[in-house]
T-cell receptor
Framework: DAGITQSPRHKVTETGTPVTLRCHQT?????MYWYRQDPGHGLRLIHY???????DKGEVSDGYSVSRSKTEDFLLTLESATSSQTSVYFC?????????FGPGTRLTVL | AQKITQTQPGMFVQEKEAVTLDCTYD???????LFWYKQPSSGEMIFLIY??????QNATEGRYSLNFQKARKSANLVISASQLGDSAMYFC?????????????????FGQGTILTVHP
């Protein structure tokens, strides 16, 4: 199995609070991605990174920011969480070819 | 327009029979990749199989094979000898663009998924 972990695995928070999700990899892959999964939409790309300090927006980036200060860590931040950001968040990595996903973080914003 | 279309919201199959899950895609790129993932009720995304647009042979991985018809822009997943543990949601996904090295490499576009139920 690809070495990807996500933390926390579950989080409940209130509207307006900041939230940071962490993705950690042990594969030394260059590319890392954050997706969200919602019923009826499949998975949609939020942000991605193509190297340390190199990030770009995906399809649904509004309300999210990311940072990557080390190869192994990719952080997703919700500056001020809203109920529409209640979702399951997946991190993924690739070094070329297959793309592997982390176990997911279930975030509930009340 | 949808880039990835999975037209079967749900499929049923008898244990030990084969089943085909449909996926069509839309791209103007010459270089792209097609993926299938399995998501069981526990929620993790499990990579099943990959097909590159320049691969001449259909990809196979154990009981999984990808029926790649480039001219039709279809990439159907065939599961042979279905097992009860195959019951899950299945996603088709596409990666467009050039190979690894570019800044936008690897972004996947997903279909909405097909729920497969295997009956004993």
């Amino acid at each position: 199995d690809a070495g990807i972990t996500q933390s926390p695995r579950h989080k409940v928070t209130e509207t307006g609070t900041p939230v940071t999700l962490r993705c950690h990899q042990t594969e030394n892959h260059r590319y890392m991605y954050w997706y969200r999964q919602d019923p009826g939409h499949g998975l949609r790309l939020i942000h991605y990174s193509y190297g340390v300090k190199d990030t770009d927006k995906g399809e649904v980036s509004d309300g999210y920011s990311v940072s990557r200060s080390k190869t192994e860590d990719f952080l997703l931040t919700l500056e001020s969480a809203t109920s529409s950001q209640t979702s399951v968040y997946f991190c993924a990595i690739t070094g070329g070819g297959e793309q592997f996903f982390g176990p997911g973080t279930r975030l509930t914003v009340l | 327009a949808q880039k990835i279309t999975q037209t079967q919201p749900g499929m049923f199959v008898q244990e030990k029979e084969a089943v085909t899950l449909d996926c069509t895609y839309d791209t103007s790129d010459q270089s792209y990749g097609l993926f299938w993932y399995k998501q069981p009720s526990s929620g993790e995304m499990i990579f099943l199989i990959y097909q590159g647009s320049y691969d001449e042979q259909n990809a196979t991985e154990g009981r999984y094979s990808l029926n790649f018809q480039k001219a039709r822009k279809s990439a159907n997943l065939v599961i042979s000898a279905s097992q009860l543990g195959d019951s899950a949601m299945y996603f088709c996904a596409m990666r467009e663009g050039r190979g690894a090295g570019g800044t936008s490499y690897g972004k996947l576009t997903f279909g909405q998924g097909t729920i497969l139920t295997v009956h004993p």
